[in-house]
């Protein structure tokens, strides 16, 4: 019985010791005497369970002496908590964890900074190269989009790649064509940043740009700026630079700088191209007072450069010849200063001074050469006479070859005061040669005229019709195509000087050319209409076209029936004007408001036609009607207006 009872305590010791290895409870931090009080107290455990000890006296008597134990309660260690169960939504243990925030210092920041700016970064084989950047901003200009040539360096910089000098310089040149200016310079700033060796052509964009820019004060700082850099970096001015100064000074009204720098092109023995020689015509133009004296001085030089003339020569020419005067200026001042000639001097002929040397007729010259000079013919003798032929330059210029003996004379006085400008008010071409001269001039110089070169001839031939329609002639005969403006022209030219019946006409050659009228077309016939019954055909004509009344043909209308002192037409069209909802401005308000205090004057001085019947009833309506009209059309400040005029009439 006793070694039954040994065999299975033995297995619950042996029990309980492998359950130590394998405990909850933290053996290891306890001393190792806890091991058989640990068994033991397993024992005891299961030997309650099994009810196998007894309780009683007898039955621990009979235990054997080495299964004695102690009868103290063992020392349990305590139990470990168990942890809680982790979050689904956390990564790690640490996330719970809070730390103070320090600030940064100024070498953390800027990497902190850099860090951000950081993107990854494309491989080679998936970024453009640099030939195929330039291609795409190359594709963009042609096609006129600017603003994605420009982001194209901005995804060059974006794929950590470095813009080349050669698209800056693509994006420069685009932008000068523009007149940009200040694009021009901040890529230019940025050329200078990254320390690009800036070639020449750059410099000639931005002088370019200056040139094309509408606004002349920045155009001219941002000159000066360029040029000093220039000077600064010891960079020569080319032939194109040159061109571009004299280009930008000329449109900007700075004809004296143009010319400083045309001098300094001929000391350094650079070719001058008739690019330069427009950008100096294109100066002298903007000075009203004296520029056709500057114009042919310069189509002089040119001639005398051998520089051959374009077609935007010719318009300027023709344009100076209609806005500009010769000023206070004589004809030694309209010559260039000349080892060989001077001019050539002809008499009972019209003058040349677009030949070089030029042909004059009694005018004042310092160098005369009268030896052995042969008449030129077919020059025009007669003012206003069309017909006849002019000489070309070569032969004057084969001409000029044969004068080999130099008289010197001074002139009298009586030629020295000649007035070029009353001259040339009598007849614009009269002092070039004439209207065919001219054609052979072109001609000669292989220059094909546009529309634009004959509307600027148009309005400078003599005042006849013979004039007017050799210049129509030569249209048809070179097949140059003429448009509307070219037409209506003809027609104010013609209304201006009386010949309104010829004006009219000048419609059937619109419809012959199949064009059709447009409202400038309106606004020049109205000046031809004499009665009221011409202006309302012409209202109705304009009503069954599809065009409507505007101002311009309101106060050529007005102004004849004003002459005419028409109160019926001028009520009439003042209604047409409030049912057509014309937009007048202040000067055809004030040009009633004129109308209005003659008329009263006359009825104050009683003069002869204001006593009669129907002036008393015709003006009396426009009166009372004319002040409702006037607040009806949108003007303002009525009552004031007419106190101030009865105060004037006190």
Known sequence: MMSTKFGFYSRIIKLATKTYSHSKYDFKLQNSSHLPLACIYTLRKSSQKTHILSTTNDAQSQVSPSLKYSTKPIQVPPLMPEPPPPETDVFGSLGGLKYEKVELDEEELKEEERLKNIHGKVPRKFKPTPGQYAKMIKTYVEKGDLKSAEEVIEECKRNRDKPTDYMFSLLIRTFAIQGDIKKCYKYFSEMKARQYKIKPNVFTSLFNACANSPESDKALNYLERVQS??????VPLGHAHYNCLVKAYGRHNKLEMSYKILEEMMQKKLKIGISTINSLMYAANSDKESGLKHVLRIWQMMRHQRVPPDIFSYNL??????????????????????????????????????LYPPILSDLPLENIHRKDVPKIEGLIS????????????????????????????????????????????????????????????????????????????????????????????????????????????????????????????????????????????????????????ESRDLLSTMKSTGHTINKYVADALLNNAFYKLDFGFILELMEHMRWERVRLDEETFEKLDQFQKKMSELIISKHRYAQTERFKLGFSKFNMRYKSWQEQMGRKIVAERDYKMETEQK
């Open 229 to 234: 850099y220039m000077n600064y970096k010891n």
């Open 382 to 533: 007669a003012p206003k006479d069309e017909s006849s032929t002019s000489t070309h330059s070569e032969s004057s210029d084969s001409t000029v070859s044969d004068v080999t003996d130099d008289y010197k004379e001074p002139l009298p006085a009586s030629i020295t005061s000649l007035d070029l400008d009353a001259i040339l008010k009598q007849n614009k071409l009269i002092l070039f040669g004439g209207l065919e001269s001219l054609f052979e001039k072109m001609k000669n110089d292989r220059i094909e005229p546009t529309v634009k070169t004959l509307t600027y001839l148009i309005e400078i031939v003599p005042d006849s019709t013979t004039a007017e329609e050799m210049v129509i002639r030569y249209a048809k005969k070179n097949k140059i195509p003429l448009d509307v403006d070219f037409f209506n022209m003809l027609i104010k030219k013609r209304c201006i000087r009386g010949s309104k019946a010829a004006a009219k006409t000048v419609v059937d050659e619109i419809h012959k050319a199949d064009l059709k009228p447009n409202i400038v077309t309106y606004g020049v016939l109205a000046l031809s209409c004499s009665t009221s019954k």
């Open 317 to 354: 020419l023709f344009r100076a010849i209609r806005d500009c005067k010769f000023g206070n200026s004589t004809v030694n001042e309209l010559l260039l200063e000349s080892k060989e000639h001077n001019a050539i001097i002809v008499n009972n002929n019209r003058p040349d001074l677009l």
